[in-house]
Nanobody, 126 residues
């Protein structure tokens, strides 16, 4: 059984930083990408960043480029999201996911991800 567990969320003032962690336990089947999504109340999940589990290639939503950095520990099946210069509009629930994509354009499509965590809340105050 595969489980995905996030940690590291919390409350911070604008301009501050947080680091999210995600660990996948078990043996995920046929995957090649780990990603972070976020969800605002009443809206669909939005891809924030993703990284190929083979180590080559990372992708970012335009709104977080230059502020967020995704990294991973392949051996631990872990992914991290370093979030700097946080803004109130970054306030959301953040989810870690693991899945498989064929084309680069699929990285932001939540339908490509089989395994999901329960999410961790990030709140940024102004």
């Amino acid at each position: 059984q595969v489980e995905v567990e996030e940690s590291g969320g919390g409350s911070v003032q604008a301009g501050g930083s947080l680091r999210l962690s995600c660990v996948v336990s078990g043996s995920p089947f046929n995957t090649n990408l780990m990603a972070w999504f976020r969800q605002y109340p009443g809206e669909e999940r939005e891809a924030v960043a993703a990284i190929r589990t083979g180590g080559a290639g990372s992708y970012y939503h335009d709104s977080v480029k230059g502020r967020f950095t995704i990294s991973q520990d392949i051996a631990k099946k872990a992914a991290y999201l370093q979030m700097n210069s946080l803004k109130p509009e970054d306030t959301a629930k953040y989810y870690c996911a693991r899945g498989r994509v064929v084309g680069i354009n699929q990285w932001a499509d939540p339908r490509q991800f089989t395994y999901w965590g329960q999410g961790t809340q990030v709140t940024v105050s102004s």
